[in-house]
T-cell receptor, first 111, second 115 residues
Framework: SQQGEEDPQALSIQEGENATMNCSYK?????LQWYRQNSGRGLVHLIL?????REKHSGRLRVTLDTSKKSSSLLITASRAADTASYFCATDNQAGTALIFGKGTTLSVSS | KAGVTQTPRYLIKTRGQQVTLSCSPI?????VSWYQQTPGQGLQFLFEYFSETQRNKGNFPGRFSGRQFSNSRSEMNVSTLELGDSALYLCASSAGRGPMNTEAFFGQGTRLTVV
């Protein structure tokens, strides 16, 4: 079953603009992760944020986590055409042995 | 350090046949997970193995099975293939105790088409 739900489902922006994607989940979590997938290929890990963290940065990525609202957001600043991909949030099952993915946000960055 | 390797990359099978997919994790990783990705259902968890033990299984019929060997390599098997089994099958390996406490490294996937 899907734990996370990303919003929006699709996002189209111009190079240089910022892109914000949101993820909501249903049950309490230990950690939340964001992954990127380029056109039907393997997923690439972007960032992991623990339940006791509120914000985390990695390069042009900024992730926030609000456990009271059961939501997270991924901000990509100064987007590039190479950022065009699908982005997924992943939460854990109770045992921490599985990643439960949302349906993803498809980001298209045009030059 | 070599990444996660999945073989084969592409596969075409006929309904009713069976198929075996292989995954070689990153050296030293003992946790291996499998996921099915389809346009309709998205990414769905199949099963996870740690040190040759299946610790968790997703909501899939018994036709889907897997195993892990002592060198952490893993295989998954789908018997009596159905058209709906056409999907991208992804394998991921993780260090430590499992995929949620640390990043998971994914292979490029096996694209299975059932005709």
């Amino acid at each position: 079953s899907q734990q996370g739900e990303e919003d929006p489902q699709a996002l189209s922006i111009q190079e240089g603009e910022n892109a914000t994607m949101n993820c909501s989940y249903k049950t309490s979590i230990n950690n939340l992760q964001w992954y990127r997938q380029n056109s039907g290929r393997g997923l690439v890990h972007l960032i992991l944020i623990r339940s006791n963290e509120r914000e985390k940065h990695s390069g042009r990525l900024r992730v926030t986590l609000d456990t009271s609202k059961k939501s997270s957001s991924l901000l990509i600043t100064a987007s590039r055409a190479a950022d065009t991909a699908s982005y997924f949030c992943a939460t854990d099952n109770q045992a921490g042995t599985a990643l439960i993915f949302g349906k993803g946000t498809t980001l298209s960055v045009s030059s | 350090k070599a990444g996660v390797t999945q073989t084969p990359r592409y596969l075409i099978k006929t309904r009713g046949q069976q198929v075996t997919l292989s995954c070689s994790p990153i050296s030293g990783h003992r946790s291996v997970s499998w996921y099915q990705q389809t346009p309709g259902q998205g990414l769905q968890f199949l099963f996870e193995y740690f040190s040759e033990t299946q610790r968790n299984k997703g909501n899939f019929p018994g036709r889907f099975s897997g195993r892990q060997f002592s060198n952490s390599r893993s295989e998954m098997n789908v018997s009596t293939l159905e058209l709906g089994d056409s999907a991208l099958y992804l394998c991921a390996s993780s260090a430590g105790r499992g995929p949620m406490n640390t990043e998971a490294f994914f292979g490029q996937g096996t694209r299975l088409t059932v005709v």
